[in-house]
């Protein structure tokens, strides 16, 4: 479990599952978040190097969020594969995504953080930039979507670089 100061970051169960795939399948998410099956999300949470969080409020109220993350535990790299925020706008994407990141290098020793995103996905960039995360390139055409093969840009944070901060 992770805290910060509104969210209480937890590990994911299989009554979670629902309101994961709601999210994912919901239209302001589904184009940037691929969409799991319930067989695979029990995969995750089953996974000792995959995080499945759920994002809940402190006052206990409600879910607004997960993440979902994978951990090299031989390179010492810590893949972010997913994050969706239920309640956009409240800040709760950045604040659980400052927690995440601190966990991965503070807790799990990590070298390197990482993720994808689509280009398109101008508010998800805005947010890596701000907190510091490189452009590493891009991966052209590497995902083949309902719409066409779409590029994803690899963002990274090295544990040099978040200690200098």
Known sequence: MIDSDRLVIRAATESDIAMIMALEQHPANSNYVWQGTVQQHRAEIA??????????????????????????????????????????????????????????????????????????????????QKLNMQRDGVLRQSYKSPTGYRDQ?????????????
Do not use: M
């Open 47 to 128: 996974d000792d190097d995959y995080f499945l969080w759920v994002f809940q409020l402190k006052d206990g109220a409600r879910a607004v969020g997960y993440a979902l993350s994978k951990i090299d535990r031989k390179s010492d790299v810590f893949e972010l594969r997913r994050i969706v925020i239920d309640e956009k706008g409240q800040g709760y994407g950045e604040e659980a995504l400052r927690a995440i990141i601190a966990h991965a290098f503070e807790v799990l020793n990590v070298n390197r953080f990482w993720l994808d995103v689509y280009p398109d996905n101008h508010v998800a960039i805005k947010l890596y």
């Open 153 to 165: 840009i690899i963002y990274s944070l090295l544990k040099s670089e978040y200690f200098a901060d």
